[in-house]
């Protein structure tokens, strides 16, 4: 009824693991560069822990274990996805740390993962952080600029529609 009156909300998504910030666009893969599976952002990695983006409650945990899942308490899907055709290794690289229904903060390690071994396989490591319900959820995402970052640290903001 007052819809104008409802207060945006912003949320922030910080880094998974520390690397090299890489625009979605530059992500080798059109499923991800041309945002079909929605907005979010890529990071080089430099470190072999993935943490959460953002607090919630796990939804999923690929049998691959190269995907997983999450909700927030305010309704963004975010799907954290570690590398490109990962899904061929069957899961050999990664430990994951988490179980669905777990609550997760970006303190939480995800998952400890061998990116060396994904290098090894022909793989491309680079770590992707998108919200998947982002064309029903998202007003804006702010602007996310290409450099070196450490996990925990502010990668952009979201407003809520």
Do not use: C, R, W
Request: no cysteine; hydrophobic share 40%; aromatic share 4%.
């Amino acid at each position: 009824m007052f819809k104008f009156l409802k207060k945006k909300v912003a949320l922030k998504l910080v880094a998974p693991v520390d690397g090299q910030i890489v625009a979605l666009e530059n992500v080798n893969d059109p499923v991800f560069s041309q945002k079909l599976m929605g907005e979010g952002f890529g990071i080089q990695p430099t470190s072999g822990q993935v943490y959460a983006p953002i607090s919630g409650t796990i939804t999923s945990v690929f049998k691959t274990k190269h995907a997983i899942g999450l909700t927030t308490p305010e309704g963004l899907e975010i799907l954290i996805h570690i590398g490109l055709d990962t899904v061929e290794l069957n899961g050999v690289p990664f430990s994951i740390q988490v179980k669905k229904d777990d609550q997760v903060t970006p303190k939480t390690v995800l998952a400890d993962v061998d990116f060396e071994q994904i290098k090894a396989a022909g793989k491309e490591t680079v770590v992707l952080t998108l919200v998947t319900n982002s064309a029903t959820q998202l007003a804006e995402l702010t602007a996310i600029s290409t450099q070196p970052i450490k996990h925990g640290a502010e990668v952009t903001s979201l407003t809520l529609k």
